[in-house]
């Protein structure tokens, strides 16, 4: 018995000593770097920059950098660090990997999808490019920066935009955030909406005018509540299909009504009339 007992401590302490999560250095420690990337005076900014921006906002950053995984992949240790450091709602959480060369950034449950786009521009324009340079210190500098600009603003901010680029993707991701559907499905729900409704101001006739309007409504509509808008989206598209249905079958019934009618300048018998004048 004292055996097994035995064994299974030993399994318990491998498993403790397997998460993967680093310890946390302490209650208020906002930047943990196990894998010594930044310099001592890269730290000291950094610690003093997070301090004072987390004193002032309720949204907390904490940049953490590990020397290897002891997770599948980064997202999986970010996730399993935000839960055993047990941060907040609205915390957010820069996560680095220096062997995998893998970085994360985890956001709490009040950051809405739409904030994905943000945090995929930090890592693409500010994390990634000096990581590739050899310049990890950089990278969790400018990286934190950036971060700590959205997490003074808080969740419920707009989403920055420096280009106009920047401004249609973010118009994108806020529908996305609504609706579930990909950003770039909600743009082009937009564009076909918008397209619509100006070809419903062309001169063309009533019916396809309205069918126009009102389907284009439907698509703007449908980037701002999904099921029940893309259900009448449907209903819309198939009256549509209906409508244009019945009108090429009554365009062709007229044509062959006209076909069919007796000439008058032809008799019964199917030869030229003649005229007489006296």
């Known amino acids: 018995m004292r055996k097994w007992i035995g064994v299974l401590s030993l399994l318990l302490m491998l498993g403790a000593g397997a998460t993967p999560a680093p310890p946390r250095p302490g209650p208020n420690a906002y930047v943990a770097d196990y894998a010594h990337l930044l310099s001592f005076e890269q730290k000291a900014n950094l610690i003093r920059l997070v301090g004072e921006q987390n004193a002032r906002?309720?949204?907390?950053?904490?940049?953490?950098?590990?020397?290897?995984?002891?997770?599948?992949?980064?997202?999986?240790?970010?996730?399993?660090?935000?839960?055993?450091?047990?941060?907040?709602?609205?915390?957010?959480?820069?996560?680095?990997?220096?062997?995998?060369?893998?970085?994360?950034?985890?956001?709490?449950?009040?950051?809405?999808?739409?904030?994905?786009?943000?945090?995929?521009?930090?890592?693409?324009?500010?994390?990634?490019?000096?990581?590739?340079?050899?310049?990890?210190?950089?990278?969790?500098?400018?990286?934190?920066?950036?971060?700590?600009?959205?997490?003074?603003?808080?969740?419920?901010?707009?989403?920055?935009?420096?280009?106009?680029?920047?401004?249609?993707?973010?118009?994108?991701?806020?529908?996305?955030?609504?609706?579930?559907?990909?950003?770039?499905?909600?743009?082009?729900?937009?564009?076909?909406?918008?397209?619509?409704?100006?070809?419903?101001?062309?001169p063309i006739g009533t019916g396809p005018r309205l069918f126009a309007a009102t389907l284009g409504l439907v698509m703007l509509v449908s980037c701002y509540s999904a099921q029940g808008v893309l259900s009448a989206f449907w209903v819309v598209g198939g009256l549509g299909i209906l409508w244009v249905a019945g009108s090429l079958i009554q365009a062709g019934y007229q044509a062959g009504a006209r076909f069919s009618q007796p000439d008058s300048s032809v008799n019964d018998y199917g030869s030229p009339t003649e005229s007489w004048y006296s």
């Open 57 to 202: 906002s309720d949204a907390h950053l904490f940049v953490v950098t590990v020397e290897r995984l002891k997770a599948r992949d980064v997202q999986e240790a970010a996730k399993a660090c935000f839960s055993e450091w047990e941060l907040g709602e609205a915390d957010v959480l820069l996560f680095l990997s220096a062997s995998e060369r893998q970085a994360r950034i985890h956001l709490g449950v009040n950051w809405s999808s739409r904030w994905d786009m943000e945090m995929r521009r930090i890592l693409r324009d500010a994390v990634v490019p000096a990581c590739e340079q050899g310049d990890c210190g950089r990278a969790l500098m400018d990286g934190s920066q950036r971060l700590l600009a959205v997490t003074g603003a808080g969740p419920s901010a707009s989403l920055p935009a420096r280009t106009w680029l920047e401004s249609l993707e973010n118009l994108g991701a806020t529908a996305s955030s609504r609706t579930g559907f990909s950003w770039q499905m909600c743009l082009v729900f937009m564009g076909g909406g918008v397209v619509l409704i100006l070809c419903s101001l062309l």
